[in-house]
């Protein structure tokens, strides 16, 4: 049997794939990783930024995921579960790197002024380009906030930094993305 994200998130299939693979069935797990290794590969491009840490990223996680499916309580989530420990090995890929997060002292967020936003183009294209250019610290608190829907509060402790870090990392970091977009299509 095949296995598919779409299908795998059916409880039956997936308690089954997961049954399978706590008895060492390998199979089982190549059907598991089959399902979820894209996604898991999408978020670990978007937070290295780079092919390579992502792919070697991707296949310490899975190392992880196949050491520890024995641990996964029947109620868990698989997705879920999968994507805390992709998550956790990127963050400790960027630590690696020595990434920064710039501390701030605690600082009132204030609100975004009103941008006319109507007035330059926002392609696909373009927003993932201007990412990509982000700061790695920018970049990692931008990614898990708006594509992993983290918290601030969990990315402050995923992190070892202060709330309001991770706001104005995130407000940043959003200012950053615009001005990069705008900029692409003054010069178009």
Request: charged share 25%; glycine share 4%; net charge neutral.
């Amino acid at each position: 049997m095949k296995a598919s994200a779409t299908n795998l998130n059916q409880t039956q299939i997936a308690e089954n794939v997961i049954d399978r693979c706590k008895k060492g069935d390998v199979r089982a797990f190549h059907e598991l990783y089959n399902a979820y290794s894209a996604a898991m590969y999408n978020i670990c491009l978007r937070m290295t930024n780079n092919v390579s840490d992502a792919e070697d990223t991707l296949q310490e996680a899975f190392i992880q995921v196949h050491k520890h499916i024995g641990k996964l309580e029947r109620d868990a989530s698989i997705s879920a579960w999968i994507k805390r420990i992709v998550v956790n090995h990127c963050l400790n890929t960027l630590r690696k790197k020595k990434v920064y997060f710039e501390e701030v002292e605690e600082v009132e967020v204030m609100a975004e002024d009103g941008i006319d936003e109507a007035q330059f183009s926002w392609t696909v294209a373009a927003v993932k380009s201007a990412i990509h250019g982000l700061p790695h610290g920018y970049r990692t608190v931008l990614n898990l906030y708006l594509f992993e829907s983290y918290s601030h509060r969990e990315i402050a402790e995923m992190l070892g930094i202060t709330e309001s870090t991770v706001k104005t990392q995130y407000m940043r970091a959003k200012e950053k993305v615009r001005q990069i977009v705008k900029q692409q299509n003054v010069t178009r």
